[in-house]
């Protein structure tokens, strides 16, 4: 089996998240879901969402910049609970 993963630095939002970054893992042999994982500046993981029926091809903009919009959101939800506002 193999596996490509990916890490993307919050290209598009990177000036609330410049230190927050995701992982995407998925099988090209088997494209039918993608796990990406979403950490916090200090590595810890943040949220893991499991995204079924698609292969997210990080090559693509648009991919990329969804990715990059819900790490920004993923990041202030993250910020508002553990009160670091």
Avoid: C
């Avoid at 879901?33 to 648009?62: N, P």
Wanted: proline share 1%.
């Amino acid at each position: 089996m193999l596996a490509i993963v990916a890490i993307g630095w919050g290209l598009g939002a990177h000036a609330q998240t410049s230190e927050a970054y995701w992982v995407v893992e998925g099988n090209i042999n088997k494209p039918d879901y993608t796990i990406v994982h979403f950490y916090d500046a200090q590595h810890q993981l943040i949220k893991e969402e499991r995204i079924e029926g698609r292969f997210l091809d990080i090559r693509r903009k648009r991919n990329v910049a969804l990715l990059n919009r819900r790490l920004s959101h993923l990041t202030e939800q993250h910020k508002e609970f553990n009160g670091k506002i």
